[in-house]
């Protein structure tokens, strides 16, 4: 019982310190709109990584990044990351070296003065719809064309399952081969713990982890299908690993 009060509580605080610390980013993060892309989008990330540099210390979450030097000088990669929590997004976008946009539901841009931030930051995709699924795949090709890191969550929704990954999509494997660019694998971890999906208003601060792994080249595959099963299978050895 004493935890759940205290998990209430911290929502409480994470809560209020979350959008206190966005009302002070916000017109920045909007007036980033004067600018074309990509300098749009760095400019985005850089007043994000700010926002974050605020909000995690006060809010109690303790981050720490590895695998920042996969990332080459002059080089941009599709990033791929395991996705268990509403707080993996305020992970990845600022922890992600350089420029980088993430596909991410309309719906999200449609939530007052928060949607904004969507707006400036993603490749907005509308499920529902086929055009927006076709339209969503080549403003993430231009997106990798102009030079920026594309983070995609292959399992599409947040995994709820005892097992360390969901089944993978294509997306991202596809994107892969037809741009020649390569995946940098990224495993996200603690997040769970902070928000978990069993618990209604509850937030409990602690640490989290994002480990990026070495970039794969999808030169050396067949198929995007082998491709995604051959990072499907390195993403799940290393969250074991370190389970």
């Not at 911290?10 to 990509?38: D, H, K, N, R, Y």
């Not at 490749?123 to 231009?142: A, F, H, I, P, T």
């Not at 694998?185 to 990026?212: E, H, N």
Request: with cysteine; net charge positive; glycine share 6%.
């Amino acid at each position: 019982m004493a935890k759940k009060i205290l998990g209430a509580f911290f929502t409480i605080w994470g809560g209020t310190v979350f959008i206190a610390s966005m009302l002070v980013f916000i017109i920045p993060i909007w007036v980033t709109g004067i600018f074309p892309e990509p300098v749009r989008t760095a400019w985005v990330i850089r007043f994000c990584r700010m926002w974050m540099s605020v909000f995690f210390p006060l809010s109690g979450i303790r981050l720490r990044i590895s695998g920042r030097q996969y990332f080459k000088k002059g080089e941009n990669y599709i990033v791929v990351c395991n996705h268990n929590s509403l707080m993996d997004v305020p992970l990845t976008s600022p922890g992600i070296p350089g420029p980088n946009k993430t596909i991410a539901k309309i719906e999200m841009s449609r939530i007052p003065i928060f949607g904004i931030i969507y707006k400036r930051g993603s490749v907005l995709l509308d499920r529902s719809r086929e055009s927006s699924r076709k339209q969503s795949y080549l403003d993430m090709k231009r997106v990798l064309e102009l030079g920026m890191h594309m983070c995609i969550y292959p399992e599409g929704t947040r995994n709820k399952t005892a097992e360390p990954l969901k089944s993978f999509h294509d997306g991202a494997f596809r994107l892969s081969f037809d741009t020649g660019k390569s995946i940098v694998p990224c495993i996200i971890r603690g997040t769970r713990a902070m928000l978990p999906d069993d618990k209604k208003f509850y937030f409990w601060p602690g640490k989290a982890s994002m480990q990026f792994l070495e970039p794969v080249s999808p030169a050396s595959f067949e198929t995007p299908s082998d491709f995604k099963e051959h990072i499907f299978k390195l993403m799940w050895t290393a969250l074991e690993k370190n389970n």
